[in-house]
């Protein structure tokens, strides 16, 4: 969660670190501030979004060739003015901008007030800043040796940058535990949580590892060391990503763009890992770690969020197909439940962002106990894929929307790509079937495009019932966690509460929700529990609910008894998630773009979440 950015060279820093900012508000946008140094250093910063801090800033001249700028998801304290950060150190010499918590910033804070320190904010960053500040005072004036021995009695994460007021050629950044990518220009460094801020300027970049700190100077010169103070060579990497990529290409919302991006991510995602006719599939990472990999006892998977959802379907998959037995896991719940780990286990870790904190960690409690990790990321570079010991990209490309569409159903590809390599090798699945498996999967961005064409008649229903106050989503077997999915999209950015459900356990709890007023989407495309559904919607139907249903194209039978049908082309069961997700995730959509909500950046959300 947050988002900052540094820029030190000979261009103008205020439109780079405004721009950057923009490009980072997906990790929250509680406040944004910047700190300009140009003999004097001049701080501005505001409650709310980007655009907000640029209302304050407007008309004013603000020239500086260095700076650092930052947009807020509040952890320690409310999102005010005030605490937005950049964060000033007592004597106004210092500034630093900060991703990740101070654990013990409340120890630290109680001992710098004996010393005379006075706070103006809440946050554990104004604490870290004056903590650099007092070492700077008491055992060394230099900067970066400063920051060092700090961070060195610090507990917890970050991604900071800090600029001196009587330094203005060089800047310190530092992480542990959250990203940090430093751009390398023509004499000029950019710094950023991810790369979007500085695509445009360079794609050459260094990605700092966890207890690494750099230092940038105005020459053009760089260094990396370990926060044991040991010299590294960093590697330059050269970006994958393009400008367009980070663009809206014509759409009004990220989102959307990505919900139509789809059918061509999944290609992508394809490409070079199987072949229908000739009947191979190969995930690279898989292939590596091949031998203990089928020797695996169990799959344990591990994710947050939509990513759960998408681990759920895994486990659908692996059992169904390879015949191993899987868990799935909630990652904040794994790391902190003394969970029993084997040797012979294979953890699979979900993530599109590769940086959440709760994923990373029940990483790490795996790797204690020896297990295999296999990493799943979007984001390439990301710490997960990092902390992985072998790992498929989804390739989706940047997502930007707060509400994951497209990282999902890439996410699904790859595991049904790992079930089906496991399954062949393990034998566990016909030549036969694996091939019409394969050759439906290279089919599926064609199906897609299809549900796609359905947007106009999603968004008249969606006009229809974007009032309501409560929504159910129900589904069975690889549709269930698709209801959850569904579900979650709709909560996430139009504020209407929704629950997944299997759809038989509705009957559990649920179905005493059910009036006139409730609408119930129901997945019904998988031919296996067909007549069942059949049943559950009758259920409803005569509780008067309103029924929204998802059903094969041609379906006869549930049209008679639903209030609304959407036809989706029909796919090997195993693949329904990928093409049943997709009328859900629109229909979110619109009945937030009613309601008037901010899809791609709802309330209290953020997309990258480094905190526990
Ligand atoms: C946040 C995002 C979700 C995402 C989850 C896990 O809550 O808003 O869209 O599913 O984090 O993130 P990850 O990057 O690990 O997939």
């Known amino acids: 969660m947050c988002g900052i950015v540094g820029y030190i060279g000979n261009r103008d820093a205020f439109p780079i670190l405004i721009k950057g900012l923009k490009r980072l508000e997906y990790r929250g946008y509680d406040s944004a501030g910047v700190a300009l140094l140009n003999g004097d250093l001049a701080l501005y910063k505001k409650a709310g979004k980007v655009s907000e801090l640029e209302k304050i800033t407007n008309g004013q001249k603000l020239s500086a060739n260095i700076g650092i700028g930052h947009t807020r998801w509040a952890t320690h304290g409310e999102p005010n003015d005030n605490n937005a950060h950049p964060h000033i150190s007592q004597s106004g010499n210092l500034a630093i901008i900060h991703n990740g918590i101070i654990e013990n910033y409340a120890s630290i804070k109680a001992e710098l007030e004996k010393r005379g320190y006075k706070f103006s904010s809440d946050t554990d960053t104004e604490v870290l800043i004056n903590l650099i500040e007092e070492v700077r005072q008491k055992d060394t004036p230099i900067l970066e040796d400063a920051v060092r021995v700090a961070l060195n009695q610090v507990v917890g994460a970050y991604a900071i940058v800090v600029i001196d007021k009587n330094n203005p050629d060089q800047l310190v950044a530092a992480r542990k535990g959250s990203p940090l990518v430093i751009g390398v220009g023509d004499n000029e460094f950019f710094i950023a949580s991810d790369a979007s801020p500085i695509i445009e300027y360079t794609k050459n970049v260094v990605y700092l590892d966890d207890q690494e700190y750099a230092v940038v100077n105005r020459d053009g010169s760089f260094t990396v060391k370990t926060l044991a103070n040991i010299k590294m060579t960093p590697a330059i990497q050269e970006l994958e990503m393009s400008l367009e990529m980070i663009e809206k290409g014509g759409f009004e919302h990220f989102m959307l763009k990505e919900i139509y991006e789809q059918p061509k991510v999944i290609a992508d995602c394809l490409r070079g890992r199987m072949n229908a006719q000739q009947g191979w599939i190969k995930l ?105 010991h072998a790992g498929s990209y989804t390739h989706a490309g940047p997502e930007i929307g707060v509400a994951s569409t497209k990282a999902f159903s890439t996410q699904i590809t790859i595991l049904t790509l790992i079930a089906l390599q496991i399954a062949q090798e393990k034998g566990t699945i016909s030549t036969s079937k694996l091939r019409e498996i394969l050759y439906e999967l290279e089919n599926i961005p064609k199906k897609i495009e299809e549900v796609l064409k359905l947007d106009s008649q999603i968004k008249e229903l969606a006009e229809i019932y974007k009032d309501a106050h409560n929504f159910l989503y129900l589904g069975r077997g690889y549709n ?133």
Request: proline letters at 4%; glycine letters at 6%; hydrophobic letters at 45%.
């Open 284 to 388: 690279g990472g898989l292939s590596e770690y091949i031998n203990r990999i089928d020797n695996a006892k169990r799959f344990l998977i591990s994710a947050c969020g939509t990513s759960w959802h998408s681990g759920l379907i895994g486990e659908y998959l692996i059992e169904d197909l390879a015949r191993v037995p899987v868990e799935v896991e909630y990652a904040s719940e794994f790391r902190y439940r003394n969970p029993i780990i084997n040797e012979d286990d294979v953890v699979i870790a979900i993530s599109q962002s590769g940086e959440t904190a709760d994923t990373l960690a029940a990483i790490g409690l795996a790797k204690q106990h020896r297990a295999l990790i296999y990493g799943i990321c979007n984001v390439i570079g990301s710490s997960i894929a990092r902390a992985s």
């Open 480 to 612: 269930f966690p698709v209801a959850l999915e569904g579900a979650l999209k709709l909560k996430e950015i139009s504020y209407i509460h929704a629950e997944g459900y299997p759809a038989a356990e509705m009957k559990h709890g649920p179905i005493a929700l059910i009036d006139e007023d409730m609408p119930v989407v129901f997945l019904a495309t998988n031919q296996s529990a067909y007549e069942k559904i059949v049943s559950n919607i009758q259920e409803v139907k005569a509780r008067k609910g309103k029924i929204i249903a998802v059903v094969h194209k041609g379906d006869t039978e549930i049209k008679k008894l639903a209030d609304h049908v959407i036809e989706v082309p029909e796919t090997e069961e195993v693949l329904s998630p990928l093409v049943s997700i997709v009328p859900l995730q629109l229909l979110a959509y619109h009945i937030a773009i009613f309601r008037g909500c901010n899809v791609d950046q709802p309330r209290n959300l953020a997309k990258s979440v480094t905190v526990e």
